[in-house]
């Protein structure tokens, strides 16, 4: 199992990577602070004396402005692949009053900032619900339905991943290694005598492993037996790889093998 193009679009626009906004009719692009809500609903919290915040303000005669989110991936570490990039449109309204302290609280679920104290003074909220979602990766454009969009959750793990990453290459690059190659059996022949493998991708489904020396160099996907919950589950599930000393037959089928892709 891997994540749906639903399941990567919810993660990049989750509010843990710097996005771009673009506005109808007006220059850009914006940089923006967001978040998702539960709902996928993406909230912008803007200065009231900002650009962005100018260019939102709506035509007479309407309360909202046609916006195009823009979140470009950034992978965590050399040699990993990227998400991808999510492009979400849809039509920006300024909160105010109860809905406007609920988004606040909603935004700080996510992404805590003592700027939220200063809604309605000197920053605003505003929200849209995606109309239009597209997901660009490896060359192709995915058009991800909004309804599913709205009930796929972001990976629990993602704004983690990079730290993560360097804790298996820094404490558990052995077991690491002999776990994937073991994993790999006879696919990983010819890198056995390479590089020690790279985990450099995480997610809740699974790891992507990088082999080889340059210039033959391929990924290989392993997917957990079920996604992980949170951190504390992937520990639990990763315990018996990364110390197996502690456990007197250690569990070698507790991951299995996704295919190996060509890098």
Same mark, same amino acid.
């Given at each position: 199992?891997?994540?749906?193009?639903?399941?990567?679009?919810?993660?990049?626009?989750?509010?843990?990577?710097?996005?771009?906004?673009?506005?109808?009719?007006?220059?850009?692009?914006?940089?923006?602070?967001?978040?998702?809500?539960?709902?996928?609903?993406?909230?912008?919290?803007?200065?009231?004396?900002?650009?962005?915040? &100018?260019?939102?303000?709506?035509?007479?005669?309407?309360?909202?402005?046609?916006?195009?989110?823009?979140?470009?991936?950034?992978?965590?570490?050399?040699? +990993?692949?990227?998400?991808?990039?999510?492009?979400?449109?849809?039509? $920006?309204? *300024? &909160?105010?009053?109860?809905? $406007?302290?609920?988004?606040?609280?909603?935004?700080?679920?996510?992404?805590?900032?003592?700027?939220?104290?200063?809604?309605?003074?000197?920053?605003?909220?505003?929200?849209?619900?995606?109309?239009?979602?597209? &997901?660009?990766?490896?060359?192709?454009?995915?058009?991800?339905?909004?309804?599913?969009?709205?009930?796929?959750?972001?990976?629990?793990?993602?704004?983690?991943?990079?730290?993560?990453? *360097?804790?298996?290459?820094?404490?558990?690059?052995?077991?690491?290694?002999?776990?994937? &190659?073991?994993?790999?059996?006879?696919?990983? /022949?010819?890198?056995?005598?390479?590089?020690?493998?790279?985990?450099?991708?995480?997610?809740?489904?699974?790891?992507?492993?990088?082999?080889?020396?340059?210039?033959?160099?391929?990924?290989?996907?392993?997917?957990?037996?079920?996604?992980?919950?949170?951190?504390?589950?992937?520990?639990?599930?990763?315990?018996?790889?990364?110390?197996?000393?502690?456990?007197?037959?250690?569990?070698?089928?507790?991951?299995?093998? /996704?295919?190996?892709? +060509?890098?």
């Amino acid at each position: 199992m891997q994540p749906t193009p639903a399941e990567v679009a919810r993660t990049l626009a989750a509010g843990r990577i710097a996005a771009s906004a673009y506005v109808a009719n007006r220059p850009g692009p914006y940089r923006t602070r967001h978040v998702s809500d539960a709902l996928g609903r993406v909230l912008l919290l803007v200065p009231v004396i900002d650009d962005l915040a &100018l260019a939102l303000r709506p035509v007479p005669g309407t309360d909202d402005t046609a916006l195009v989110l823009d979140v470009r991936d950034l992978p965590p570490t050399a040699g +990993a692949p990227p998400l991808g990039r999510a492009w979400i449109s849809g039509w $920006a309204t *300024a &909160l105010d009053g109860a809905e $406007a302290q609920q988004a606040a609280l909603d935004y700080a679920e996510i992404e805590p900032t003592g700027d939220l104290l200063d809604v309605g003074s000197r920053f605003v909220l505003y929200r849209f619900e995606p109309a239009e979602v597209r &997901l660009e990766r490896e060359g192709e454009t995915i058009h991800v339905d909004p309804a599913e969009y709205g009930a796929a959750e972001p990976d629990p793990l993602h704004h983690l991943e990079r730290e993560l990453l *360097a804790d298996l290459a820094d404490h558990h690059q052995r077991e690491i290694t002999e776990f994937v &190659l073991r994993q790999l059996g006879e696919s990983a /022949g010819p890198h056995r005598e390479g590089p020690p493998p790279r985990v450099v991708r995480l997610d809740r489904y699974g790891f992507v492993v990088l082999l080889g020396a340059p210039g033959s160099r391929y990924r290989a996907r392993l997917a957990f037996p079920r996604p992980v919950r949170d951190h504390a589950d992937l520990v639990q599930l990763l315990h018996p790889v990364l110390w197996p000393a502690r456990h007197a037959q250690p569990e070698r089928g507790r991951l299995h093998q /996704g295919g190996p892709t +060509a890098s």
